[in-house]
T-cell receptor
Framework: KQEVTQIPAALSVPEGENLVLNCSFTDSAIYNLQWFRQDPGKGLTSLLLIQSSQREQTSGRLNASLDKSSGRSTLYIAASQPGDSATYLCAVDNNAGNMLTFGGGTRLMVKP | GAGVSQSPSNKVTEKGKDVELRCDPISGHTALYWYRQRLGQGLEFLIYFQGNSAPDKSGLPSDRFSAERTGESVSTLTIQRTQQEDSAVYLC????????????FGNGTRLTVT
C-alpha cells in the first residue's frame, strides 16, 4: 500500500525567503506526482504535475523535482510572498489516473 | 471556464438522517473522483468514475456510502443514516481521464453531523 509523507507538517518563514517542502512515498511504481495548494475553506488547486519519466517541472517561482527511485519529491518556492501562505499537498498516482494517494500536507505561513 | 461545482457548500444534519451531496464536473471531463478530508487529516479516496466503466468503489468506508454518476455529467454522493464520524469536507474532482491528466477540485461540501 502506498504511503505518502510530507515534512515538515508546518513551516513559518519571513517574506522573501526561498524554501523547500519535502514529500516521500514508499512505492516507486508511480505514473506521476502532483503538487497542490489548498487555501482555508477551499478546494485544491493543481500547481505542478511531474510524470514518472521527468525529473522536474517549473511554473513561475515554483520548481518541483522528482527522484522516483528514492521515492522523493521536493517543491521549491523562490522569493516567498505572504500570498503563498496555504497548505501544500503532494499526491502520487499508482493507478494510471484511477486514484491519487495524498500526503498529510505542509502548512506554510509566510510573514510580511 | 467554469470549474468543478459542488453543492451545498455547507450541510448540517442530525445523526441518523440521510444526506446527498452533488458534484458538477468540468464539461468534457470523463473522470470524476470523490475524496473525504476530515479535520486535521489528509485526503481519503472514496470512489472513482471513468466514462461508462464500472466505478472503483474501493475507498467507500461502509455500505452507508454510495455514489452515482449520470453518463459523464453530475455525480451525487449519498450517505445514509449519518454518524458523527461522517463529519468532514467532501471534495469532488474531475479530469480528462488520461494518464497524467491533472485533477481539478471543487471547493467541497462541509458536512457536520450533530
Amino acid at each position: 500500500k502506498q504511503e505518502v509523507t510530507q515534512i515538515p507538517a508546518a513551516l513559518s518563514v519571513p517574506e522573501g525567503e526561498n524554501l523547500v517542502l519535502n514529500c516521500s512515498f514508499t512505492d516507486s511504481a508511480i505514473y506521476n506526482l502532483q503538487w497542490f495548494r489548498q487555501d482555508p475553506g477551499k478546494g485544491l488547486t493543481s500547481l505542478l504535475l511531474i510524470q514518472s519519466s521527468q525529473r522536474e517541472q517549473t511554473s513561475g517561482r515554483l520548481n518541483a523535482s522528482l527522484d522516483k527511485s528514492s521515492g522523493r519529491s521536493t517543491l521549491y518556492i523562490a522569493a516567498s510572498q505572504p500570498g503563498d501562505s496555504a497548505t501544500y499537498l503532494c499526491a502520487v498516482d499508482n493507478n494510471a489516473g484511477n486514484m491519487l494517494t495524498f500526503g498529510g500536507g505542509t502548512r506554510l505561513m509566510v510573514k510580511p | 471556464g467554469a470549474g468543478v461545482s459542488q453543492s451545498p457548500s455547507n450541510k448540517v444534519t442530525e445523526k441518523g438522517k440521510d444526506v446527498e451531496l452533488r458534484c458538477d464536473p468540468i464539461s468534457g471531463h470523463t473522470a470524476l473522483y470523490w475524496y473525504r478530508q476530515r479535520l486535521g487529516q489528509g485526503l481519503e479516496f472514496l470512489i472513482y468514475f471513468q466514462g461508462n466503466s464500472a466505478p472503483d468503489k474501493s475507498g467507500l468506508p461502509s455500505d452507508r456510502f454510495s455514489a452515482e454518476r449520470t453518463g459523464e455529467s453530475v455525480s451525487t454522493l449519498t450517505i445514509q443514516r449519518t454518524q458523527q464520524e461522517d463529519s468532514a469536507v467532501y471534495l469532488c474532482a474531475s479530469s480528462l481521464g488520461q494518464t497524467n491528466s491533472p485533477l481539478h477540485f471543487g471547493n467541497g461540501t462541509r458536512l457536520t453531523v450533530t
